[in-house]
């Protein structure tokens, strides 16, 4: 490792500009945790905090009153709700497969991101898990969805329901998220404890950081361990969604009814984490000043990877339409129609324009690589991932088997401001994330800095 | 210590209990008082016992709630079982015979009675919903005078004493009633007026067939009203008449008909009509006409008759025939070849056309066989020329006294003000209102009368047949029924029964010869319900066609209102019911609301959609209401249902659950619907209910209606039927002659055979199922009020039906089918829980709250539900209703209503059909008590009890005698969504309608 040779391997940029040393990088990244926030901050953050509270208004009154405070009807029984839900969940899976599935492919170019992707993840996958609980008619008694012992038979939980399944996918998956994000964090913790100038901080980074003492040993566990927690979490990005999407699949309800799920859930839900991490990543790197570290190289990596689920998405729409042509199945075929030509025709192009057209512009390297329009898409990346699982719940629900039962579905101010609360809440918490914990994995980065001479010196 | 490095604070500083510490390292049992733990294990334990007695004696006792055992039981009587009692609904006056069924001591279901010759069991919406009627806090509980709540002795020594003054004065008095079928009521009343110079009771049915009475008067010398028997007729033509809705009888009538339907030998059924009516839609063949032209197409038919009998009339020409001739033609045919056994009906209240359909019954024999007038009906006895002459009778102040008993003059008369300003000039009004209504809150004394369930009554609803009606339950307020009032102002006071026993002994009792003893007939007559009696045959001259003149020629007009009663509301008796309120109208599937009924085509050419309100203006007589398009109605024709805006109803302002964005189920200062009696007309004989040259205009305004159906073809949009060109195949249909050829017509696909679900859940029991005869559902829905009745299904407003939340178990699906010319075919499909073997809901529920019974049900089970809703997604059929709210159950006296057999759901948990589990259970109880096995028909869901079609069969699909086992063996049946492989319990049968190809 100190050759003092350069080592950069031919073809490849320098993953961090700015020829930083180690300590520019414990300043530069400690830098936003240790001065006051800035105004862009307060404003970010009381934003935020007002869509949460909008939220639990919103959830409070919708928890005391009745599920009836949405738009749903006893033919739409989801939309919002489980909507929300899906594209939580989706967005989560970017953060794992960036922390996980990257490291295992020793894609160095992760390190700058990986710290806040996982936060992201872990920030959306609670913002998914309350849509489970408050979808409920009877949220009180939620628990009752656990396999726990009880005198009442006893009664076991029906193991083959998907939603069963979705509990324990969704515990597993923030338990592995929470665990693999927080233990990675713990060196860092441990430098800003070093660094702690009052004594709050020293306490509590000091607590947190578990007494990390720096020596060899150490760094070998927690290296051994991080390896095997990537690899428990990288089968997560796959079977987790799967699962979710199992949520439809196992159902008789054309349009629901699909073998394709599975893959197409996880190509949407990479490809909608991918754009909240570039939403994310882009803002933060513009205004912490990052730009050394979150290169426009892994900009463009990070939309090739957009660009290439964004294809198996697109891939797989153009799929379901022709095995529904294929399949000569009534049902099946007007399911698609009626997504197309129907009342929700307008959901169904929105979400094919940012899912499929826009993406395609992707391909393009001077779009690629310019951090302003890759955020305008990041977002439209979002919005047409959100409504692809509204096109897929609602569109298959209010016009199935019997024309009698066709109904019309509109969201409710309750809905609206669940979904904003949603919203709310993810951001509160990355905004506290930005402001007290250290968005760069410092000690993941350091180790794929450009290794020049001055870099052996640990302690310039 | 020595050889040690490391000391502990205590230790270098010495501190003495430290240093005690290694020579006390065994402290000795038991351990000191207040030693170094400060607490003993002894002190514990006194103390954990001190702490659990006051704990105990602090508590208190369950607070206990008031429960006043029988210090005396009781004999009969065993609590948490039902006991069931014969009597006669009074609901209106068709007088079907039902079983009220009591729990502890209070009437929870009207059913049917099986044995009743008229109704067979059938009891239709109206009925069915009478019971909550029951239970209305709205009720009056005692006689008011002047406004102000007064006492019986107070009221009727103000009578008495006005009545003694009139009696002096030799004033008019009359008793203004709707049809009264109770010969004891009708003869007290009659001995009441006979007690005036000038007494007369005059009749008048809201709903008139006065025309046919008077028809009959002149054409057979008795004002009666014949007795149809459907039951006879191979051929039936109706000219507008709603016989299978709101007709008359239409349970005793639908009992009939049905009987005809049964295959291979399929009776024809033609209705010409101007609108799309219940029974128009289930016609083999349905002529639309404006509504001018239904007399002139029954002109033309008596003409050809006439000529053809060889006695032609002597009509000055008549207009063209406005249909085509050939159809005529056929009707001819099809009428002379079922002559005796063919039956030509209409509901037009015009005289003159009447008079042309009692010739054309005459001319086809049918006088005797399917219309009896020798021992006519009594359903129906108004007179309209008597009830307008008491108009101005009383408009001139001649009348001195007035009565008012089951009518609402003020309300549905088209001059009800008039009639509002004439009782002002009377000066004795009495009205027997059960709540201060338009007409009754004019009178000066209103003295309630009992629920029928409360009452002591008879009825001869038809000749002959005679029905006792009794109460189920003790009058729950100060009312009092119509024979004690009377017999308290003639100054003889005596309790009903007494009354009711007397009348019997002397006049009914003789009239029958098969009981020796008054009492044993008595007996014998409440227990079953009814008694069948002589009844003298009315005299009547042979057919005379005296100067029959033609009917009106058409007028033409842009825009003719039609006025029409809802199967539900009737005449507007029942809008307090806020079951019959919410109830889908079979036709429209709205709820809560009457509307502008339009043709699509006119609807098309004005740029009219649903909800645009319309302003309906004729004279000075105008009314706003929200527009709806109608298939199958005349292009000239507005159409609007009587019985709404009634005084009163604005109490169901709140009815549904109150939330941010819920809206009122009426609007600000608004009642339910608007009031069209004021477009009656009087044409000098009998009540018109249709106005030509009305003016018709949009306001611009929207008003949201609140329907349960909002899409109503099985075939899919327009625009999208690229790749499904084909209606589904949801409700199969087939024509008469395809079904001769082959029984099995009209099947689209067969189902599967094969299944990769292993047959490992075998029914070794009974194995519950359902087979419904699509042919004889009528739509009428009474399926659907019987449920709520039984199942304590909540009313949920109008906002929330407009929302697509209703709550009804059952449903009646119906769809149209378009066949050009602005014909329509109509079809209906009750959907319930088809009780999947391979239940898709039974899967996907985390917590495991539905799942399967040994006997094929698909169990929900409250208790367990979280609200998912994943199983109302995955139910192809959707039938499961999920709780969205509390509804409200504020009302007490309401709440007596409800079925302790069966859970009232909490916000929150799923609910669906349950095959009525709680009869099932009962019945198996049952038999096991009596050691017998179960037998087909012990079990009976209150939707197939109470089909007055009996077109739903339940029973054991184990037991191959069974009628579900049968139909399940007749070609005709199949399986809505077989394909799918859920297995479902719930089997059709295919329409047949008896109408060529095409």
Redesign the interface.
């Known amino acids: 490792m100190s050759t003092g040779a350069r080592t950069y391997p031919p073809a490849h940029e320098p993953l961090i500009s700015g020829d930083k040393t180690l300590k520019q990088i414990t300043e530069d990244v400690c830098a936003p945790i240790e001065r006051r926030p800035t105004w862009l901050w307060w404003v970010g953050f009381l934003a935020s905090f007002c869509a949460l509270v909008l939220g639990i208004a919103a959830v409070s ?1 919708q928890v005391a ?5 949405w ?5 739409v ?2 939309a919002f709700d489980i909507t929300n839900f899906v594209f939580w969940i989706g967005i989560g899976h970017a953060g794992t497969l960036i922390s996980a599935i990257l490291f295992l492919f020793r894609q160095k170019w992760r390190t700058s991101i990986n710290r806040s992707a996982e936060a992201m993840t872990i920030f959306a996958v609670m913002c998914a898990g309350v849509f ?1 609980l408050i ?5 009180w ?2 628990y ?2 656990l396999p726990y012992p009880n005198y009442r038979g006893p ?4 193991f ?5 399944w979705d ?1 324990f996918a969704i515990s597993t998956y923030f338990t592995i998220s929470a665990v693999f994000w927080f233990l990675g964090l713990v060196p860092d913790l441990a430098t800003l404890r070093d660094r702690a100038t009052t004594k709050i901080r020293k306490f509590l980074f000091g607590l947190f950081s578990l007494g990390w003492d720096g020596s060899n040993r150490t760094w070998m566990r927690y290296e051994t361990v991080y390896l095997l927690l990537a690899g428990l979490a990288t089968p997560l990005v796959l079977s987790v969604h799967t699962i979710v999407s199992f ?1 439809f699949a ?4 054309p349009g629901w009814h699909t073998t394709i799920f599975p893959p197409y859930f996880v190509a949407g839900a990479i490809f909608s984490g991918f754009g909240m991490v570039l939403t994310l990543m882009l803002v933060t790197r513009k205004v912490l000043r990052f730009e050394d570290y979150i290169t426009i190289g892994h900009i463009e990596a990070m939309c090739k990877i957009i660009i290439a689920t964004g294809s198996i998405v697109g891939l797989a729409y153009g799929t379901e339409f022709f095995m529904a ?1 294929y399949s000569a199945n ?1 049902y099946e ?2 399911v698609f ?2 997504r197309a ?2 009342p929700f025709a307008w959901a169904y192009w929105t979400m094919v324009l940012c899912n499929v057209i826009t993406p395609q512009l992707l391909w393009f390297k001077k779009i690629r690589t310019n951090p302003g329009i890759v955020f305008v898409l990041s977002l439209v990346v979002n919005v047409g991932m959100w409504f692809e699982r509204f096109v897929i719940i609602v569109t298959s ?1 209010h ?10 579905y509109s969201p ?3 809905e609206v401001s669940t979904l904003v609360g949603s919203f709310g809440l993810f951001f509160t918490c990355f905004f506290l994330f930005a402001r007290f914990l250290p968005m760069i994995a410092m000690g993941e980065i350091k180790g794929v800095v450009g290794y020049t001479e001055r870099t052996t010196n640990v302690h310039e | 210590m020595p050889g040690n490095d490391r000391k502990s604070l205590e230790e270098r500083d010495g501190d003495p209990d430290f240093l005690r510490g290694p020579e006390d390292e065994f402290p000795e049992v038991p351990a000191t008082e207040g030693g170094r733990t400060g607490f003993s294990r002894r002190s514990f334990l006194k103390a954990a016992g001190f702490a659990t007695a006051g704990a105990l004696m602090g508590c208190k006792p369950a607070p206990l709630k008031k429960a006043i055992p029988y210090l005396i039981p009781a004999e009969e009587i065993t609590p948490g079982r039902a006991y069931w009692y014969a009597s006669m609904c009074g609901a209106c006056p068709a007088g079907c015979g039902i079983l009220i069924k009591n729990r502890d001591g209070r009437p929870i279901k009207l059913e049917g009675n099986p044995a009743h010759p008229l109704a067979r069991g059938g009891l239709c919406v109206v009925g069915q919903a009478a019971v909550l009627g029951l239970y209305d806090s709205q009720r009056l509980k005692a006689p008011v005078s002047g406004g102000k709540e007064s006492s019986w002795p107070a009221v009727d020594e103000a009578i008495r004493g006005r009545l003694k003054k009139i009696r002096a004065s030799r004033g008019k008095v009359r008793f203004l009633t709707g049809t009264i079928t109770s010969p004891t009521a009708r003869r007290m009343i009659s001995s009441f007026m006979a007690s005036f110079a000038d007494g007369k009771q005059v009749v008048y049915d809201a709903l008139s067939a006065s025309a046919i009475l008077d028809a009959h008067e002149a054409s057979h010398g008795a004002r009666v009203l014949p007795r149809y028997l459907f039951d006879r007729a191979d051929c039936i033509v109706s000219f507008d008449a709603d016989f299978l809705g709101t007709w008359i009888s239409p349970v005793e009538y639908t009992a009939g008909y049905t009987a005809k339907r049964a295959l291979p030998a399929l009776s024809h059924h033609t209705q010409i009509e101007s609108r799309l009516s219940l029974t128009g839609s289930n016609a083999d063949k349905r002529i639309r006409v404006g509504p001018s032209d239904i007399g002139l197409v029954l002109a033309h038919l008596a003409r050809r008759l006439a000529e053809d009998a060889g006695s032609p009339l002597s009509f000055r020409t008549l207009p063209p025939l406005p249909i085509d001739t050939g159809a005529l033609n056929e009707m001819i045919e099809r009428l002379l070849s079922n002559r005796g056994k063919s039956l030509v009906v209409s509901g037009l209240n015009d005289v003159d056309a009447q008079r042309l359909v009692n010739l054309v019954n005459h001319i086809l024999g049918n006088y005797g066989t399917t219309l009896d007038v020798k021992r006519p009906s009594y359903q129906k006895q108004g007179n309209d020329r008597d009830l307008y002459a008491l108009l101005d009778d009383m408009e001139s102040g001649e009348v001195a006294g007035i009565f008012l008993h089951g009518v609402n003059p003020v309300y549905d008369l088209p001059d009800g003000t008039r009639f509002a300003a004439a009782m002002k000039k009377v000066g004795l009004v009495v009205g027997f209102a059960e709540r201060s209504d338009e007409t009754a809150s004019l009178a000066h004394h209103i003295c309630p009368e009992h629920h029928f369930l409360e009452s002591w009554s008879d009825a001869e609803p038809v000749a002959g047949i005679l029905t006792i009606t009794q109460p189920a339950i003790r009058p729950l307020g100060g009312t009092r029924s119509l024979m004690e009032s009377i017999s308290a102002w003639m100054g003889t006071p005596k309790a009903d029964y007494d009354l009711l026993r007397e009348a019997w002994r002397s006049s009914v009792f003789t009239r029958q010869t098969l009981e020796r003893s008054y009492q044993a007939f008595w007996d014998k007559t409440v227990h079953d319900g009814y008694a069948m009696v002589g009844a003298t045959p009315v005299g009547t001259h042979p057919f005379s066609s005296s100067v029959m003149k033609g009917v009106p020629g058409p007028r033409p007009a842009e825009w003719t209102l039609v006025l029409y009663a809802k199967i539900g509301l009737l005449d507007g008796r029942h809008a307090h019911n806020p079951w019959l309120q919410e109830l889908p109208d079979p036709i429209s599937k709205i709820t809560w609301d009457n509307y502008v009924n339009v043709s699509p085509a006119t609807a098309a050419r004005f740029g009219i959609s649903d909800g645009d309100v319309l302003r309906i203006a004729a004279g000075s007589v105008a009314v706003e209401l929200p527009a709806h398009v109608q298939p199958g109605q005349h292009d000239a024709v507005a159409s609007i249902a009587l019985g709404y805006g009634r005084k009163g109803t604005d109490r169901f302002a709140n009815v549904g659950p109150q939330w941010l964005e819920g809206r009122p189920t009426v609007p600000e200062g608004g009642l339910v619907g608007k009031n069209a009696a004021p477009f009656r007309g009087f044409d000098g004989r009998s009540i018109q209910d249709w106005k030509p040259g009305v003016t018709v205009t949009r306001t611009g305004r929207r008003y949201d209606l609140a329907s349960a159906q909002t899409y109503h073809s099985l075939s899919v949009p327009e625009r999208m039927r690229g790749a499904n060109p084909e209606p589904r195949p949801i409700v199969q249909e087939a024509t008469l002659d395809a079904f001769l050829k082959n029984p099995a017509a009209g099947a689209t696909r067969g189902e599967d055979p094969a299944s990769l679900w292993p047959e490992d859940h075998k029914y070794t029991g009974a194995r519950w199922g359902m087979a419904i005869d699509l042919s004889a559902c009528t739509g009428c829905g009474a399926c659907v009020v019987a449920c709520q009745a039984e199942n304590n299904v909540p009313v949920v407003g109008k906002d929330e039906v407009r929302r697509r939340r209703e709550m009804h178990w059952i449903r009646i699906d119906r769809y149209y089918a378009e066949r050009g010319n602005g014909d329509v075919g109509v079809v209906f499909q009750p959907v319930m829980c088809h009780q999947c073997g391979n239940a898709p809901c039974e899967t996907v529920c985390p917590v495991l709250a539905t799942v399967h019974s040994s006997e094929g049900l698909n169990q929900q089970v409250y208790n367990r539900c979280v609200g998912t809703r994943y199983c109302a997604n995955n139910c192809p059929y959707k039938v499961r209703r999920f709780n969205w709210f509390d509804y409200p159950h504020e009302d007490k006296l309401q709440n007596m209503v409800l079925n302790p057999d069966v859970t009232i759901r909490s916000r929150g948990i799923m609910e669906k059909c349950t095959f009525c589990v709680q009869r099932i259970q009962e019945a198996k109880a049952e038999a096991r008590r009596q050691g017998r096995t179960l037998m087909d028909g012990d079990v009976q869901p209150a939707c197939m009890q109470s089909c007055p079609a009996k077109a739903i069969a339940f029973g054991n699909a184990n037991d191959p005698e069974s009628t579900v086992s049968k139909r399940k063996r007749d070609p005709r049946w199949y399986r809505v969504l077989a394909e799918l492989n859920v297995d479902p319990s719930v089997g059709y049968l295919r329409v047949i309608r008896n109408r060529e190809e095409g």
């Open positions: 009154y009153t009745g599920i009836g405070t738009g749903l009807n006893r033919t029984g989801w489970p979808h409920m008619g009877r949220p008694l939620a009752w969805v009664l076991w939980v029906n083959r329901s998907p939603l069963l509990v949520d196992t159902s008789v309800i042509w009534e075929r007007f129609f009626n030509l129907g629900l016009r199935d088997y019997l024309p009698s039962s066709w109904a019309d409710t101010l309750v």
